[in-house]
């Protein structure tokens, strides 16, 4: 594998969390077979999901559950058409986390943090997407101060998240930060298998394996993969190469040992 600053490295074994379609363009598509592409490019990806932290320097929450959807009165068939055509549609499907109900240690007791999610819009294109994730998030702040009537007086802090934001951290141009759309038709062994038609190619994350939903999908896929691989691995060196736009991690080696090359690439 070349890396981004031009250093090679040799491996038998790669296994990229980039996405498949990530994953295919870094390893050239020219090097797949054309049935391949083609059905890997009928496959959608996630919405964004964009949100906005309301912090309060008071209660003004009473639930005792951590996460409070709000269904909206709009029929089942229509609620997600703003996705398609750019509207405003008058009700949200929502939810409205309240992290401090997982976990007390992060806001103090007298205090409250809340943050209240939206499905976004999965890409740019021609509609006018930055605007239309503002207008959704007012509608959606609207629609939280119907539930909470005490929000506006404890506000000392407002915080939007959209897909430009998302798109910075993930490095994904959609916003999106799960992977493949979690459909019916694409679940459990339904999904693209994590070992791709490329010798020592293989993926982890949403796209490859792993049960459950959004984020718990993503981290049960590693055990998933690992476990798929840990007899071909045996007695191989473990190389970590971080991608993520953000140098924190540096790239680092684990489990020395004699033998062939497995590259994890990030």
Not at 67 to 74: A, E, G
Not at 111 to 128: N, R
Not at 248 to 256: D, E, G, I, N
Request: proline content about 7%.
């Amino acid at each position: 594998m070349t890396t981004g600053d031009g250093d090679f490295v040799p491996s038998d074994i790669m296994v990229f969390s980039a996405g498949i379609g990530r994953t295919i363009e870094m390893a050239c598509r020219d090097h797949f077979q054309p049935e391949y592409l083609e059905k890997m490019n009928r496959l959608r990806v996630s919405e964004a999901f964009i949100a906005t932290k309301f912090i309060l320097d008071r209660k003004v929450t009473t639930a005792r559950a951590s996460c409070l959807p709000h269904l909206p009165t709009i029929p089942p068939h229509a609620t997600f058409d703003y996705l398609e055509d750019g509207s405003i549609p008058d009700d949200l499907f929502l939810f409205v986390t309240v992290p401090g109900r997982w976990d007390p240690s992060l806001v103090s007791p007298d205090k409250d943090l809340l943050i209240l999610g939206v499905a976004g819009v999965p890409a740019p294109d021609s509609l006018d997407r930055l605007g239309q994730c503002d207008l959704l998030l007012d509608k959606a702040e609207d629609i939280t101060r119907g539930i909470f009537p005490k929000i506006d007086t404890g506000v000392v802090g407002r915080q939007r998240i959209h897909n430009a934001h998302i798109s910075v951290l993930t490095g994904r141009d959609t916003g999106e930060y799960i992977g493949l759309a979690q459909e019916t038709a694409r679940s459990g062994n339904l999904k693209p298998t994590p070992s791709m038609p490329l010798e020592g190619l293989n993926m982890v994350g949403s796209d490859a394996g792993g049960r459950g939903i959004g984020t718990e999908c993503v981290a049960e896929s590693a055990p998933y993969v690992y476990n798929l691989l840990k007899y071909v691995t045996a007695g191989r060196r473990h190389v970590l190469r971080n991608r993520s736009p953000y140098p924190a991690t540096t790239s680092r080696a684990y489990f020395l040992k004699e033998g062939r090359d497995i590259i994890i690439v990030m």
